[in-house]
Nanobody, 115 residues
Framework: QVQLVESGGGLVQAGGSLRLSCVAS????????LAWYRQAPGKQRELVAV???????NYADSVKGRFTISRDNAEKTVYLQMNSLKPEDTAVYYC?????????WGKGTLVTVSS
């Protein structure tokens, strides 16, 4: 059993920054592949960023150069640092953990970027 709890969402101005956090519990955090997804109304849920247990990262083209995913295995936390935010970044952001044989999801945290 894995539980994921996101925090850090809120209302920010375009061009501003925000850091999302996701705290995990239930299993060996260091072996998880961790990711952030987001979903806006009327849109499909999309992968934003991923970090593997080995530390490799990848990002959606829309956020490259602006967002950074990182993990702290000791604190069992994954972060998403979001800079230069745009209104199109507005979405519910979800933490995801890939733990064989299934994925786990947090409930999401809302990020709203005003224009």
């Amino acid at each position: 059993q894995v539980q994921l709890v996101e925090s850090g969402g809120g209302l920010v101005q375009a061009g501003g920054s925000l850091r999302l956090s996701c705290v995990a519990s239930g299993y060996v955090f260091s072996i998880y592949t961790l990711a952030w997804y987001r979903q806006a109304p009327g849109k499909q849920r999309e992968l934003v960023a991923v970090v593997t247990s080995g530390g490799s990262t990848n990002y959606a083209d829309s956020v490259k150069g602006r967002f950074t995913i990182s993990r702290d295995n000791a604190e069992k936390t994954v972060y998403l640092q979001m800079n230069s935010l745009k209104p199109e970044d507005t979405a519910v952001y979800y933490c995801n953990a890939q733990v064989f044989p299934r994925d786990y999801w947090g409930k999401g945290t809302l990020v709203t970027v005003s224009s």
